[in-house]
């Protein structure tokens, strides 16, 4: 029976280094056996499988990632957490993805899905290893504001826009709504720390009755042309 070796052993000892730092450079994606990447330090490798450590490969740690995906109707993220990580796949990576970022597995590990979307929602949602992000999108929820367009049918009221506009209440508190419309069955809303079933109530004040909602935007990070069901990373220069 031929020998195997577990892949961060065989690593260690081809290129001189620890067990711990090869084990690192295998997580981290650096390290391909017959050609393909492996991330499992502990996979039993044959002694005539090719072992490569990548040109690129460094031992600096890796850095939290947030990712921004463009969810379709009929995953329910809200109730089903694990829903949207079926769909962070390296198949559903946007090609124009410019973060320059790599996919690794380590990249879907303790990620928090801030304010998630129903199953008839779509657009834009936040997963992020960051405590700073994750904190600002949740905890300070209130002050983040968020844009959605609705699809709406019925009959506007005469002075329904205006309805809209007034904004809603909430906790005793009034709170400011933007209200427009982008097409003919189209309605643009841009909020902060409104409920979305207010919204959704408040357009039935107006005559309207809403049949979808996409949120398109999240403080100032636009979901722009990322297309239904796909994923990117958020880069360093934007802001949430």
Known sequence: ????????????????????????????GYVTVDGQVVEEPGLRVLPEQQIVLLPDAKLAPVETVTILLHKPAGYDVET???????????????????????????????????????????????????????????SDAAKIEQEFILEVTGEILPDGLL??????????????????????????????GIPRNQIVKLCEKAGLRVQAMKRIRLGRVSMSSLPPGKWRYLQKDELL
């Open 1 to 28: 029976m031929t020998e195997t070796l577990r892949l961060a052993k065989r690593l260690a000892s081809m290129i001189s280094c620890s067990r711990s730092e090869a084990a690192s450079y295998i997580e981290n």
């Open 163 to 192: 309805l809209l506009n007034q904004g809603v209440e909430v906790k005793g508190k009034q709170l400011a709504l933007k209200a427009s419309w982008q097409n003919e069955n189209k309605l643009r809303f841009a909020f902060k």
């Open 80 to 138: 089903d957490p694990d829903a949207s990580l079926k769909l962070i796949t390296p198949e559903n990576h946007a090609a124009d993805d410019h973060s320059g970022i790599r996919f690794i597995k380590r990249h879907l590990a303790a990620l928090d899905l801030t304010d998630p979307l129903g199953s008839k929602s779509s657009g834009l949602v936040v997963l992020t290893q960051d405590w700073r992000i994750s904190r600002k999108l949740i």
